[in-house]
């Protein structure tokens, strides 16, 4: 993994943490910033697609569904690789997120009424073409070594009490911690999930997939209503707490960010943040990470406005 996050640094400039001072103040808490967001898929989700990738055959073809993120991902890490890459989405995905897909040279399928129903029509798909290669974020281990880069940089800063890590499809928990609980095992990992979708922090605390029937939260890049099973058995060996903000508390979060950080986040990017100023997390310092900015056209009024 050494090797990796030293190359994957210097290629794609995501390697900028720091502590900034009216950010800590607004959170009541010393918070180291770890910002994934400058970078061509403005998401951590090109650190996993990369390191993934690099295994193909240029012969197969990648097949995933997305909720916007992973997708843009696997679409530009094909294309540097020449791997044909096909994303499938919901009907109702993020507009913004399709159309950075589709610039990056995917084939995007929009079918299904939520993330879950999409993705179950690309595995499908991929059984059905023998070219294709079926790439599910948070199952595939490569993708959450690739995220898990991310806790290298972080240890760098020094002793961390807590690391703060929203949580979708737990490729980027599960990645993190593994590295963190291995050369930091007093540090804390502390998974962030949407109160509307609480199916990973319930799958967590059972140590087995527990379904929500909806996925209603404005946080698309980590509202998951079927967890992976592979992903809880992680999370349940790695992962110290799950706790759940709601729709309003990450909105405020993302006004905090930009205002103090001048950083437009989305929902599940500004995650953490909410989670520090909401909930009674230990430590000096801890940690988060700002994990996307691929913000719906219809929040930005709502964050800026």
């Not at 010393?30 to 990369?50: C, L």
């Not at 009424?113 to 948070?138: I, L, N, P, T, W």
């Not at 909930?279 to 719906?296: E, F, M, V, Y």
Request: hydrophobic share 45%.
């Amino acid at each position: 993994m050494r090797w990796y996050v030293d190359r994957y640094a210097k290629r794609s400039g995501q390697a900028t943490q720091f502590i900034d001072e009216q950010l800590s103040a607004a959170l009541g808490q010393r918070t180291i910033i770890k910002v994934e967001t400058a970078n061509p898929v403005r998401s951590f989700k090109g650190r996993g697609a990369d390191f993934l990738l690099r295994s193909f055959d240029p012969k197969q073809k990648a097949v995933c569904a997305s909720a916007g993120n992973f997708g843009q991902a696997i679409a530009y890490a094909g294309r540097s690789r020449g791997i044909t890459v096909e994303v499938f989405v919901s009907t109702d995905a993020n507009p913004l997120k399709v159309a950075r897909m589709r610039s990056f040279g995917a084939t995007v399928t929009a079918i299904g009424s939520d993330f879950d129903s999409a993705k179950q029509h690309a595995r499908d798909y991929a059984a059905q073409h023998s070219e294709c290669v079926f790439v599910e974020d948070g199952r595939d281990p490569a993708i959450s070594e690739g995220a898990g880069t991310i806790g290298v940089e972080l240890l760098k800063a020094g002793s961390l009490d807590a690391v703060v890590v929203p949580v979708g499809d737990a490729a980027l928990i599960t990645g993190i911690a593994t590295w963190v609980k291995e050369h930091s095992p007093r540090t804390k990992i502390i998974g962030v999930c949407p109160e509307r979708t609480p199916a990973m922090q319930a799958s967590w605390r059972a140590g087995k997939v527990v379904v929500t029937k909806t996925a209603d939260t404005i946080a698309d890049g980590i509202a998951v209503g079927l967890p992976v099973p592979e992903a809880v058995a992680r999370m349940k060996a790695l992962v110290d707490d799950i706790v759940l903000i709601s729709d309003a508390q990450m909105l405020e979060a993302m006004r905090i960010a930009a205002s103090t950080l001048g950083l437009l986040l989305e929902p599940s990017g500004a995650a953490g943040l909410a989670a520090i100023r909401v909930h009674p997390i230990s430590g000096d310092p801890i940690a988060t990470i700002l994990t996307g900015s691929n913000i719906h056209p219809d929040l930005i009024a709502k964050v800026v406005g």
